[in-house]
């Protein structure tokens, strides 16, 4: 068990912390499960430091006080090269020794304290007041990025900050706002939140990070700069932000701050300004503090990037659960390098909050550097004629009463034949990770339903050739393609249909463990909500969510329909069993294609090389084993090229899984 649990650390480590993994997902997944067993086997053998204490599951009924022994101050800010300018001088007039500073990026997260004893992790705390904290240890511990044991057996005390990557706060607001919950702000509060849930096993959905930046109390260690700190917690597992850069002068700092100013976007978390510490600690010693902050660090904080325009219009979208969002319409204006006219609003007590009205000047910016919002609303610049605005009553598409269920935010129509429903629902049903079903897009799906051609996603497969023709801009060679896609996806593997249905809070991850698990569409129909939910990772949600749908009298004759067609209903993935068996190049490999493809279109090789134990990616790094570059490929060629990456032709490719083999 030590052993196993050494290496699973190891790997994790590898991947949350260097981002530089070096195994496949199904050797971690095998090993992991290993490990599962034995525990649940000898579980008085379950040490603090297993992998498997990462998954949360402690339900909370509140959060202890901490005392930090060492107070986490906070830093005076700089708004402008005058104001850090200042900060040098002051700096010099303090302390005689020569002054380098260790500038880095200020990550918009939740400050944190770690605490280790003998280098296990033992307890995790926020900032709080600076002075107490509360006591988030269980919810820190399923973050990956955090060791829970280091790689040498010490008493230290770190502190840094945990961040939501501006990817997963787009996919939870996402889900959020489908499941008709409030969506969070920005990546910050959402890491707030998350961090501050009393069930852990929500904070462990959240895929968070952190960054280390500095240790609490130096002086039982060795390194006397920043630098060297900052180098040492890597040494001993911590993940720290190499973004950083020792300057000489204020003026290399300020030549930092100007090319952040201008990367920031293209960063994968949101940074909010940068920090500029005096590198020596000694030093800092000289400088000392003031009451409330060290006077030898100072955080330069970014301009907000902000635009004004005014909300011409407020629009409601129905989405295919029934939630109906709005979006303001405004005049058009550049903000963070783009052209801006649409902002969401997300639900009806957002626009209550902000009080918005038609033809309001407003503020918008940019939440997680990606996603339009509106900051606030300009009440001096409103017209005196302004009036509140008044929220729909009933659903703009099909005009039955809006209905707002306890506990959501937002409205939602719950006429199961709403057209813009059902038109969403045939849109994710054709999608690239559902059916895969080319050649249908919004605008012929849309055609095909209001001529009364389909009404549900089983009649796609009774179309004829002649109604396709019935369509505008589909000719003959455009409906035998189509006709073509629909027939194929027949044979598509149980979890593409599970997705494709649309079933609440099933996305394509939660599809295929369930697919993986029950084999059959039959099993899963009939499975309990304790079966689905004691598949690893499916919570009682995704399993009350299921039941619901598969006890729905039309969802039973839509089942009905589609095996008339002829649908596999069966799973047909691989197993790590199956894998176990299979002899092939792209096993256990990191694949990425590129350019035009002839033989399969890119789903399909995709499809076939993870059927032979390969994973396929879509960048190029160190980390990949095999380019497979088709016509006109591009800059992932001239990568893989640059980086040395093994580069296979098509054919190449064709030919190694023609020759794949399973052994007996």
């Known amino acids: ?51 498997t204490q990462r998954i949360g599951g402690e339900i909370l009924t509140g959060f202890n006080k901490v005392e930090h022994q060492v107070p986490m101050m906070s830093l005076n800010n700089a708004f402008n090269k005058g104001d850090l300018l200042d900060f040098d001088k002051r700096i010099k007039k303090l302390t005689d020794k020569e002054i380098q500073y260790m500038v880095e990026l200020k990550i918009d997260g939740l400050a944190i304290n770690l605490r280790y004893e003998n280098g296990l992790f033992i307890q995790g705390a926020t900032r709080g007041d600076g002075v107490i904290g509360e006591d988030i240890t269980q919810n820190l511990k399923t973050v990956m990025s955090i060791p829970l044991k280091l790689k040498q057996p010490i008493d230290i005390e770190v502190r840094g900050e945990c961040y939501m990557p501006k990817k997963s706060f787009i996919q939870l607001n996402e889900a959020r706002e489908a499941d008709g919950e409030n969506v969070f702000a920005n990546p910050r509060n959402a890491a707030a939140g998350s961090l501050r849930q009393l069930d852990s096993k929500i904070t462990a959905k959240r895929n968070l990070s952190t960054f280390i930046y500095t240790v609490a109390e130096t002086s039982s260690f ?29 003026e290399d700092v300020w030549d930092y701050i100007e090319n952040f100013l201008d990367k920031r976007n293209e960063l994968d978390y949101e940074i909010d300004g940068i920090v500029i510490k005096v590198n020596d600690f000694s030093a800092q010693k000289d400088i000392g503090f003031t009451v409330k902050a060290p006077r030898w660090a ?21 989405g295919r659960t029934g939630v109906v969002t709005p979006t303001a319409v405004m005049d058009p204006v550049q903000l963070a ?75 939602r129509c719950m006429n199961p034949m709403c057209p813009a429903q059902i038109k969403e629902g045939l849109n994710h049903f054709v999608s690239r990770n559902a059916m895969n079903i080319d050649g249908l897009g919004p605008r012929v799906l849309e055609q095909m339903y209001d001529k009364e051609i389909i009404k549900n996603v ?6 004829t050739e002649e109604e396709l023709l019935t369509l505008d801009k589909i000719k003959e060679k455009s409906a035998n393609n189509i006709l073509t896609a629909i027939n194929n996806s027949k ?74 067609a002829e649908i596999n209903l069966t799973y047909l993935g691989k197993t790590l069993e199956d894998l176990s068996h299979v002899e092939s190049p792209f096993k256990d490999k990191t694949i990425v294609l590129t ?37 006109e490929a591009g800059s992932k060629l001239e990568k893989a090229l640059k980086l040395e990456v093994t580069v296979w032709n098509e054919e190449q490719m064709v030919s190694a899984i023609e020759n794949s083999t399973k052994v007996e």
């Not at 009036?387 to 009553?393: D, G, I, M, S």
């Open 458 to 463: 089983a009649d796609l497969y009774f179309v």
């Open 298 to 318: 100072i955080a330069y904080k970014f301009p907000a990037e902000e635009a004004e325009t005014i909300i011409r219009d407020i629009e409601w979208t129905v």
């Open 337 to 411: 390098g783009t052209t801006v006219s649409r902002a969401s609003l997300h639900n009806v007590d957002l626009i209550k909050e902000k009080d918005i009205r038609l033809l309001d000047s407003v503020m918008i910016h940019k939440a997680g550097d990606i996603i339009p919002e509106v900051t606030r609303v300009l009440v001096d610049k409103r017209r005196t004629d302004s009036k509140v605005y008044e929220f729909p009553t009933h659903c703009p598409a099909c005009g039955s009463e809006l209905e707002r269920i306890e506990s959501e935010v937002a409205l």
């Open 1 to 51: 068990m030590i052993a196993l649990n050494e290496k699973l650390n190891q790997w994790a480590h590898e991947y949350y912390v260097k981002d530089m993994p070096t195994v496949e997902d199904a050797e971690y997944d095998k090993i992991y499960h290993q490990l599962v067993e034995l525990e649940a086997t000898f579980p008085d053998l379950v040490t603090s430091d297993s992998i």
């Open 222 to 250: 060795d390194f006397s700069t920043q630098a060297a700190s900052l180098d040492e917690l890597d040494i001993i597992g911590f993940k720290t932000n190499h973004q950083r850069q020792l300057c000489q002068s204020i």
């Open 595 to 631: 350019g035009k493809l002839t033989h399969f279109n890119r789903n399909e090789a995709k499809e076939k090389i993870e059927a032979l134990g390969g994973k396929v990616t879509g960048s190029v790094s160190k980390k990949t084993d095999i380019v497979v570059a088709g016509e």
């Open 491 to 564: 044979t598509n593997s149980l979890e593409k249909l599970l997705f494709g249905l649309g079933i609440q809070h099933v996305g394509s991850k939660a599809a295929k463990l369930i697919a993986e698990k029950f084999k059959e569409l039959d099993a899963v129909m009939s499975a309990t909500k304790e079966e689905v939910s004691g598949i690893d990772t499916i919570g009682p949600v995704i399993a009350d969510s299921l039941e619901k749908y598969f006890a729905n009298e039309e969802v039973h004759e839509l089942i009905a329909e589609l095996k008339r």
